[in-house]
Every structure is written in C-alpha cells, then in structure tokens.
C-alpha cells in the first residue's frame, strides 16, 4: 500500500488518482467526523465532498504530507461547524418542515460510541477511524500515517483503552 505522504506527492504533481485514493482511504472516518457535528447522514456526505474540495485545491499548502489524514479531519470538522452555523440562521420554518427519514439518525448507543471517539486525541482518533471505520490493516495504517507498526499498535490499544472507559459513563 503506497503511504499517504507519496500519494500527497503525486496528487501535488497532477496526478488525480492517487488524490482519488486518499479520498477512497479516508471517506468513511470523515464521514463520521462530519456526522458528529452535522447530525444528518446526507448533510454529513455534502460537508465531506466539500472538505475534499477544499483538500484538493489547498494541497500544495500543505506541510506534512504525512499528517494528510488529521489534516483533513481538520478541515472536515470546520467545514461541518459553518454547514450547522449556516442552517442554524435558517429561516424556522423551513427548519419545522424538515422531517427526517428513520434512517438519517443514529441509535443512542451510536451516538455515545461515536461521541466517545471524537473526544480521543487526534492520534488516536485517527489510528482507530482507519482501523475500524476504513477497515485497513495495522501495517497498511503504518503506511498510511507514516509510522512504525509498533506506534500504529500502541496507539490503538490506547485508544482502545480510552474508548472503553468514556463507554462506561452513561451517555448524555
């Protein structure tokens, strides 16, 4: 698997698939990043297709082609608090006429499990985002990030460890 830092690289020198990897790599954890502001499945997909937007055209400014996966979380949970500022100043009865499907909200022990991850370091919450949400291996993670397998593996027993005690707190 190519690191996230190469595939940054290529994409700053025009290549567009290796950017359409990055974006395959990291969809569904900022997805859920996105969801833990925005509250609603399709508003949260909307915030992340912007923030890739957003990502692609800001690339070159970036630094550390290796923290390309916090960086866009960054974005990604910026651009998530203007779309809940912008709808907040909506006018209130388009938001009254807003109804939502059964499927656009999450149960309360979803909610708690996913309110629990984003109170993670940034490390952590990164680590255990690919690792469970985008599915990649330890070693393919280690790629990713840009560190040794032995950093991916404690960070994720970290987080592993910090996740089980904020689940013991009752949600809100």
Do not use: C
């Amino acid at each position: 698997m190519i690191p996230d830092a190469e595939l940054v690289i290529r994409a700053i020198a025009g290549d567009t698939s290796a950017f359409g990897e990055l974006v395959g790599r990291h969809e569904r954890s900022l997805r859920a990043v996105a969801y833990h502001v925005v509250r609603d499945l399709h508003l949260a997909e909307d915030v992340v297709q912007d923030a890739f937007v957003a990502a692609f055209r800001q690339l070159a400014g970036l630094r550390s082609p290796h923290a390309f996966g916090a960086w866009m979380v960054q974005i990604v949970r910026r651009q998530a608090q203007a779309t809940t500022s912008r709808r907040l100043h909506m006018a209130p009865l388009v938001l009254a006429a807003e109804v939502p499907a059964a499927d656009e909200s999450l149960d309360v022990d979803s909610e708690h499990l996913l309110a629990a991850i984003m109170a993670l370091s940034e490390d952590e919450r990164l680590v255990l985002m690919l690792r469970h949400f985008d599915g990649h291996e330890v070693a393919a993670i280690a790629q990713i990030t840009g560190e040794y397998v032995g950093t991916v593996t404690k960070r994720l027993s970290r987080a592993h460890a910090h996740l089980r005690e904020r689940l013991k707190e009752p949600p809100p």
